[in-house]
Structure formats: C-alpha cells, structure tokens
C-alpha cells in the first residue's frame, strides 16, 4: 500500500490519549524498565488501542500487493480481484510471522507470515453462493505464507514495493516432500505416483524459525478442505476418522472443482497436509519442502532451539482437544551460520531424527516418549507397517505411548536464557464430559473455559533430555466468575482468557496473545475481558500487563519484535467476526474505517512504536 494510503490508528494516537488521561492532557514522560508501559484497560472499542506511550501503524492487509514486480494489483473494495490477482497480494487472515533482517540491520528486513483460512462471504463479491472453480482457486491463493520486505522511514514502517524478495505461496504452489514419509505407499497419489511432490500449502497457522535462517510454516486445520459425497463417510477409516478428513464434512466443496480434494477417489492426498513446510525467506525461487519427520498433525508451532550438544530441538503442538504436544530432535548438529552457504549445509537436517510425545505426570515430572516403529508398542501389530506410517498417523501413535491429551496445546515459546518451555493452552469446555477424559493434574479444569498457560524445564538444561518437571504459569481467565480456578503468577496481573499466541522477545519479556472466540467476546464468563488482545509478561516477577486490544471480533496473533526491540510486529485476524463458521454479518470495518458495513474487515499486519523510540514493553 502507498505511503499515501497507509494510516495511523486512531487509537495510537490522540484517542489513546484521551482514553486514558482526559482531553488536554499531556502524554506521560517515557518510563524506562520492563513493563513500564501504561497498561490498556479491557474494552470493546473497534480499534486497535495501544498505551499513550505507543503508536500503531496498519502495513499489510489483506488484498495489498505483495511486491512482486510482474504484477501489483490493487485491493478491490468489492472483492472482484481475481483468482490470479490473490495469488500475488496478502492473503485473508495473518498469523504467525517473524521479521528476517536483511544485512543485520534493523530498519530493514523481510517479514514472513502465514495466512490462515478464508472468509467466502468477503473473499468474493457474490459471497459463498454459488461456488465455483474460480472460487475454489480464489480461496486457496488466499492461504498460505506472504514474504514482503518493509522499511523504517521517519514516517514510519512502510513495505518496499516491488521487491526482488516479495513472493506468495499458497494452496497451488508447487512443493517437495522430504523425510522418513516420502515416497512412501500412504504419500503416492494417482497425479504423484512418486510420493515426493505435491501442490500447495494451507491452513497455515503457527511458525518457527531455524538457527540457519529458515521460516517453519505450520498447516493447521488442513482437515475442513477435503471431503467429499457424504455418501462415502461411511467407508472412512480409524485414522481419518482420528483426523476428521472425513466425506461429508468439509467446510468448503473443494472436491467439486478439484479432485485431489475427493477422498473418495484420493485420499492419500490428505496425508500430504498437516505437515511442517520449511520455507527459505531469502530465495524466492527455491522450493517450500514439506518436512516428513516431525510427525502429521493439525500442527501448531515449530518452536527451535538447540540441545547442549548442538543438535536442533523442535516443540510442536496439535491444535485439538485431548492432543499432545510433541517434541523433535535431530540427529545431527546444527552447522554455524544464517547465510545461504548455511542454509544448504543444513538443508536436510529435519529430515532425520526422533520425534516424541509428551507425558505431564501428577507429581510435576514428566517424559518424552519416543514415537519409533519397534518400540513402546507401536509396531505391525498395532496397525503401523514402518516408521513412516508412525509418522503420518503420528496422533495413533501417541494414543499407544500414553501421551497426555491437553486442553488444545497452541504455540509453544522457548525462554532465550533460560532455556524453560512455555505453551499455551487454549480452552477445551469437553474436558469432563460424559464419555470424555476428566481433569488431571496438567489439565485441571473441568469445563475449562479459559485456558492457561503451562511450562516445563528440561532436565539439565538440555533440550534433548527425555525427562524435565512442570507447572502451570498461569490458570487464565476472570477471577470473579464463580468456580473457575483462575491463577495468575502475581496479585496484580491483568486477567485473561483463552490465550493462543506466544513469543520471547531477546530480553525475556513473554508476549502474551488471546483468541477468544467471536460470539463469546463480551457475554458471559468473557464479559469483563474485553475484545481480543496481547499481554506482555515478565516471567521473573510474574507480573502481566495488557498492552494492546483488538477491534471487535478479531483475534490477536503474530508477534515478532525486531533485535533491537524498538519495533514489533503484530497481526489483526478476522476483525469483524461474530459467527465462528462465519455466516454472521462482520461488526467491524477495521481497517478501512467508516461505520460497520461500510467496508470489508480486512486482516492486517500492525507495527507498533514507542513514541519515544524506546525498548518496547518499557
């Protein structure tokens, strides 16, 4: 978007300030420290409020050209952009994100993020009805991962248009598989008889980042894409069943249009999804690789560090209630660099390893349990030929190990010193029902309407340990409303609920980010926590503060701070949300402004300022 036509917010700006001192008032001296900000009230304001001290800027929405130099075409208002112009401009719906620096400087770098799902009824002008091909290719442009590069300028971040970085890749993108799982009998399809090639990423929702340099892309809910004639339900699997790719029930009629999507003619093509896809940001002719060892699930997070000894550590989450949360770890060590002769040299080092599940003990310990076919009973005779069907059904595997199954484990964040792993767990209002798993010691709410957050330390400080102990940082949600076992690490913490996203910045501060669901938002148990929003923690002192609300509907997702931490970086998914399988009229026209119904809520990157130039969450 123009410099001309990019705004900033209303509540960055005097609005905040009148919000939070009185019409005249001067903004407040810059408070240096951790958490020195003036922390935002809960509200239901559309708009994005940040503290006095701050600034927020919209970069990247949804529509705006991506930078590629061939071809820039402008947002459509009336959503009448084409299925080609959406394969070069942002996608719907941004999540996770991280900022590349390009040359080691921080006022210029590429940012990189995942485009989660779409919302038909804004994505094309007539709406849902009646689908079509170019509908079918529409939405599965508007998935997958933006590389945009951006700017400090004196007014301002700003996106570099064109860029020899800028590229989109989406549902149709021409990928490789690589790993234990490829070329195997479960990854062959009629179009790819080989195993080891396949078209397209989606449902992109968490990240990771490598030591080489690389971006990690996470598909999430690749499930609600394939179907088919409800007819074939019947004839679905244990395992696809397990995955929900199941005929019948897809969220979208893919399959009409685009075979691959038909379990009943192809439904190996599903086991090609749910998959980590390692991205290289700075080259964009090379090809996205689907990455086969660290098991197949509606996967969340592809969190990095590395063992004492050198090799890689990756924690990865199964966005789902009753799910594991998983551990990677390579076999070799990672070689020094970020540079493009570093990336070659570790090009294949998440194709071999050993992938666990975890076990949250009652008495605070816990282990990793191996996932490898001969061992801890998964082997032929509980249904896995090899290794790589362990891996494509990787959560029937976890079943035989004895993981525990979690409150929907979301992104997972490594501390930078400490080396403590931190997760978030959403909510799961199943746990206790009849027929379902009751409470435990690491999920201890019945009904658990809030979620929380849980972390654990490894055993030695070493990532490649098989034991560690845990604890809850925080049970999350209103502590006023009756019987709900909240528990935060300080008295003064501000409260939350069903928290989602989760990033380190350099200095340690725990940024903190929530995902209630549109209908919830403001009712009930959700009533006194306002819209969306992000919290910045300091795990020293237990102390949270609220530095940043949402516009109505949307969810908060997508951290990323620069090095030198004057800048970050966050995404505004869905504004306008009121209905979660999205038939709802939008109550929001975030960004563009106006009054609701006036313009299409368009999901966008935010960067945020201190006024002062300062640290940001001083």
């Given at each position: 978007m123009p410099l001309a036509r990019r705004h900033f917010l209303q509540s960055g700006a005097a609005a905040a300030v009148v919000a939070f001192l009185g019409e005249g008032c001067a903004l407040p001296r810059a408070v240096d420290g951790r958490l020195g900000f003036t922390a935002v009230p809960a509200t239901l304001r559309d708009a994005v409020t940040v503290p006095p001290e701050y600034e927020a800027q919209v970069l990247y929405p949804w529509g705006t050209p991506t930078g590629i130099a061939s071809s820039m075409p402008a947002f459509a208002p009336d959503a009448s952009n084409s299925a080609a112009d959406q394969a070069v401009q942002a996608g719907m719906h941004h999540d996770g994100m991280h900022f590349f620096a390009l040359d080691g400087r921080t006022d210029r770098g590429l940012l990189v993020m995942n485009h989660e799902y779409t919302d038909e009824r804004l994505l094309h002008a007539e709406g849902l009805t009646p689908w079509t091909e170019e509908k079918t290719r529409k939405s599965l442009h508007a998935m997958g991962v933006s590389v945009i590069e951006v700017e400090l300028t004196s007014a301002g971040w700003r996106q570099v248009l064109p860029s020899r970085y800028a590229r989109?890749?989406?549902?149709?993108?021409?990928?490789?598989?690589?790993?234990?799982?490829?070329?195997?009998?479960?990854?062959?399809?009629?179009?790819?008889?080989?195993?080891d090639r396949v078209f397209g990423t989606f449902a992109n929702c968490a990240m990771g980042v490598t030591p080489w340099g690389t971006y990690l892309s996470c598909e999430e809910n690749f499930h609600g894409y394939f179907g088919g004639p409800k007819e074939a339900a019947s004839?679905?699997?244990?395992?696809?069943?397990?995955?929900?790719?199941?005929?019948?029930?897809?969220w979208l009629d893919y399959w009409r249009f685009d075979e691959r999507f038909d379990l009943s003619r192809h439904p190996n093509e599903a086991h090609r999804f749910g998959w980590v896809v390692e991205i290289d940001p700075f080259d964009p002719g090379s090809t996205p690789v689907k990455r086969t060892a660290l098991g197949r699930k509606r996967q969340e997070s592809a969190t990095c560090t590395r063992t004492r000894d050198g090799r890689l550590a990756v924690y990865m989450g199964d966005d789902s209630a009753f799910e594991y949360i998983y551990k990677f770890v390579s076999r070799d060590k990672v070689l020094p660099g970020s540079d493009a002769a570093a990336r070659a040299a570790n090009r294949h080092l998440l194709d071999e390893g050993t992938l666990y599940v975890a076990r949250y003990d009652a008495d605070g310990r816990g282990q990793w349990l191996e996932l490898r076919h001969g061992h801890h009973g998964v082997d032929t005779a509980s249904g896995f030929a090899d290794q790589a069907e362990v891996l494509v059904?990787?959560?029937?595997?976890?079943?035989?190990?004895?993981?525990?199954?979690?409150?929907?484990?979301?992104?997972?964040?490594v501390h930078?010193?400490?080396?403590?792993?931190?997760?978030?767990l959403t909510h799961n209002t199943r746990r206790g029902a009849p027929g379902m798993p009751g409470a435990d010691a690491a999920n201890p709410r019945a009904n658990n309407l809030f979620g929380g957050i849980l972390r654990w330390?490894?055993?030695?400080?070493?990532a490649a340990s098989t034991t560690f102990a845990w604890d809850h940082f925080a049970l999350a949600g209103d502590p006023k409303w009756p019987d709900a076992g909240v528990r935060y690490p300080s008295d003064d913490a501000d409260a939350f609920g069903n928290p989602d996203g989760l990033r380190f910045d350099s200095g340690g501060l725990l940024w903190v980010q929530t995902d209630m669901a549109g209908p919830a938002i403001g009712k009930g148990p959700m009533a006194a926590l306002g819209n969306n929003q992000m919290l910045c923690a300091d795990p020293a002192t237990g102390r949270i503060k609220r530095f940043l609300v949402g516009p109505n509907g949307c969810e908060i997702t997508g951290c990323t701070v620069t090095l030198d931490r004057r800048s970050l970086f966050v995404n505004i998914q869905h504004p306008g949300e009121t209905r979660e399988d999205g038939s709802g009229t939008p109550n929001s026209a975030w960004p563009d402004g106006g009054a609701v119904g006036s313009a299409r809520p368009r999901s966008s990157t935010v960067a945020v300022r201190r006024r002062d130039g300062g640290i940001v969450g001083s």
């Open positions: 989109r890749i989406h549902g149709t993108t021409a990928m490789r598989i690589a790993g234990p799982a490829a070329g195997t009998p479960l990854m062959r399809t009629a179009a790819n008889p080989g195993g004839r679905a699997t244990p395992a696809q069943r397990r995955y929900g790719t199941v005929s019948g029930s897809q059904h990787a959560r029937l595997a976890g079943d035989i190990v004895g993981g525990t199954k979690m409150d929907r484990p979301e992104w997972i964040a930078p010193e400490s080396g403590e792993v931190y997760v978030t330390r490894e055993d030695g400080q070493d």
